[in-house]
């Protein structure tokens, strides 16, 4: 059995997915959470050492998961878990447009997917994770837009920016706890996947940015998935981590 384990959402597809392929190489027990389950990685976790556990779920609403969550961690508390992380790794894009032109219901679920759910889950997990002997990480994705504003962006901005706030708050809680978690809002840089499709693709008289991201494809300056995946998770075994709330993982 497993002494690792992550809970990862979005690990369908981009980022996520090869986070999930690389964690189960590594030995670890991951907790895939997305809507659709993701073709291959299946077998990817027989190949490796690890076990995969996917559950199909909408992150727009966070409460039925994170009780699912919290039921299904106290049901493992007593296996010898040495690390038990937890990745905020999924996030929508509403239609990008400026906020005059923007639906409700579009900026409420980007922010329930983006910010609030990821802070209903870090809820879950610390709680039922406290008293377990293991070390315990958190690692939420955000994005350099959580800290710059962008025009057309400020649902996503808006939700990164909370994210990297909350995580701040969370650190100073466990800072107060005897074996607190680790935790990190980490921009993880620039990435070959469907969210900078969707950036590329905006309709230009709404998105004045949209040549910069088609700038950052066309010189080649995407990291792929997998990369980033790496630099994440080579970020996230560090002896220092947790040390900042708030992180890009290019340093
Ligand atoms: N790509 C970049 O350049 C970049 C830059 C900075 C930060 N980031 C951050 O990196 C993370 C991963 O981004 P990505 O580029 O890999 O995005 P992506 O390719 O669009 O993948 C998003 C993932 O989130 C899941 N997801 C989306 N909505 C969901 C919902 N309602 N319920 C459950 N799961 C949902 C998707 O799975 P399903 O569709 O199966 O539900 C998918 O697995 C995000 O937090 C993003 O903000 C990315």
Known sequence: MSAHLTILTGHSRGLGLALAEQLLATGHTVLGISRQRSPGLDQAAQAASGELIEWQADLADGAPVCQQLMAWLQARA?????????INNACMLPAIAPLSKSDPADLARALRVGLETPMQLCAAFLQATASWNAARKIMNISSAL???AMASQSAYCAAKAGMDHFTRCMALDEAHQPQG????SVSP?????DMQLQLRSAPAQDFPDRASFEGLHAQGQLSSPEAAARRLLAFLARADYGYEPVADVRG
């Open 146 to 148: 959580g800290r710059r």
């Open 78 to 86: 007593a296996a010898p878990w040495q690390t038990v992380n937890l």
């Open 181 to 184: 978690a680790k935790v990190c």
């Open 189 to 193: 840089g620039v990435i070959a996947t």
